[in-house]
Each structure stands twice: as structure tokens, then as C-alpha cells.
T-cell receptor, first 106, second 114 residues
Framework: KNEVEQSPQNLTAQEGEFITINCSYSVGISALHWLQQHPGGGIVSLFMLSSGKKKHGRLIATINIQEKHSSLHITASHPRDSAVYICAVKGNDMRFGAGTRLTVKP | KAGVTQTPRYLIKTRGQQVTLSCSPISGHRSVSWYQQTPGQGLQFLFEYFSETQRNKGNFPGRFSGRQFSNSRSEMNVSTLELGDSALYLC?????????????FGPGTRLTVL
């Protein structure tokens, strides 16, 4: 079993839909990161969480330390949100989920 | 402020050769981490450098090595290349080693081993 599990692996949505991507981890961590990777490889850090909830524009990230679970929500999704979203946990080193490929159709 | 830069962006090598990749962090950032991304294994941690010292190493063979210079620039080296080393190699910089600092990723070096 992977130490960082993401679901779903692939997600197709219509523009405007509310999207949720989940991340569960089994190791002790000090922080959890959500990353966005567009075609071509560039990775952008969206959030760093150690507790609670954070919001940037239409993106919301939450973490439950006791349950070892985090969610990334996108409200009013848009085609430009199409990308791979990766959950990464920081313990002694960084461990990554396999990613969720999101496609938002107009 | 300039972002993280990596050179070269693309590289083609043959089995048995060695390769050196370079990463220049954001000015003022002292921590540099390296990652390998492949379609099969996803993103995997290679090493972390801070103040010219390797602070952490992932589960990779000794053919993978790196260093960091006094200006925080970092290089990684892969010797005796294998086909399976074909990957996107990413570096990321942050202010220091704190887990609570955002990591800023470079565009990556895409290595193809023939």
C-alpha cells in the first residue's frame, strides 16, 4: 500500500462544477502540500497545510490530522483548472501521491 | 525575483554515460531538493541540500549524487546511465529546511537515455 493515496485517479467535470480531490496518508507528517502540474511538467505549489483549512480564490484545502486525510476543493471549475493535482506529505522527506488528472470541459 | 532555473532543459544520453544537471534556486533560498518523475513511479524524492550539505537522501542507488555550492546553486550527477533513468528531474528551492515553507519548483530537465 502506498504511503500517500489519492482519489480519484482521473476526474472529468463540466465547467462550473464543484470538484473534490482526496488524499490519505499513513506516515507521520509535519505538513501536507497540494501541487498543480500542467502539461509540459511545470509544478506550482497551491497550498501548504499543517492544520485546518486554507482558501485561495476558488481553491480550498482542508486537512484532518487525526484522520490523516486532506481534501482539495475547486469551486466553479473552469477549463484552465485542467491539470494534474498532486498531494505531497513532508515527514523526514517528501512523499507524493500518484496524482489526480482533472479535465474540465467547457 | 527570478524563479528557479534548471539547465539544460532537455538532454539525450546513451547507456553508460554520465550526466550533470544544474539548478539555480530563487535568490535568498538556501534549501534545494531534487526529485525524479517517471510515468511508472510518479514523483520521488532524490536528495535535499542545505548550507552545502546533503541533509536527506531518498531511496536511490549510489549512481545518483549531488552537491550544493556556497551560492546555494546545486548540481546532481547520474553516473553509468541506465534506460530506467529516463525521467523528468525537478529541483525545488525554499527559504530553509522548515516544513512550513513553500517549495518553488523549476521547469525540470527531461533526460532521455537511449
Amino acid at each position: 500500500k502506498n504511503e500517500v493515496e489519492q482519489s480519484p485517479q482521473n476526474l472529468t467535470a463540466q465547467e462550473g462544477e464543484f470538484i473534490t480531490i482526496n488524499c490519505s496518508y499513513s506516515v507521520g507528517i509535519s505538513a501536507l502540500h497540494w501541487l498543480q502540474q500542467h502539461p509540459g511538467g511545470g509544478i506550482v505549489s497551491l497550498f501548504m497545510l499543517s492544520s485546518g483549512k486554507k482558501k485561495h480564490g476558488r481553491l480550498i484545502a482542508t486537512i484532518n490530522i487525526q484522520e490523516k486525510h486532506s481534501s482539495l476543493h475547486i469551486t466553479a471549475s473552469h477549463p484552465r483548472d485542467s491539470a494534474v493535482y498532486i498531494c505531497a506529505v513532508k515527514g523526514n522527506d517528501m512523499r507524493f501521491g500518484a496524482g489526480t488528472r482533472l479535465t474540465v470541459k467547457p | 525575483k527570478a524563479g528557479v532555473t534548471q539547465t539544460p532543459r532537455y538532454l539525450i544520453k546513451t547507456r553508460g554515460q554520465q550526466v550533470t544537471l544544474s539548478c539555480s534556486p530563487i535568490s535568498g533560498h538556501r534549501s534545494v531538493s531534487w526529485y525524479q518523475q517517471t510515468p511508472g513511479q510518479g514523483l520521488q524524492f532524490l536528495f535535499e541540500y542545505f548550507s552545502e550539505t546533503q541533509r536527506n537522501k531518498g531511496n536511490f542507488p549510489g549512481r545518483f549524487s549531488g552537491r550544493q555550492f556556497s551560492n546555494s546553486r546545486s548540481e546532481m550527477n547520474v553516473s553509468t546511465l541506465e534506460l530506467g533513468d529516463s525521467a523528468l528531474y525537478l529541483c525545488a528551492s525554499s527559504l530553509d529546511r522548515s516544513s512550513y515553507n513553500e517549495q518553488f519548483f523549476g521547469p525540470g530537465t527531461r533526460l532521455t537515455v537511449l
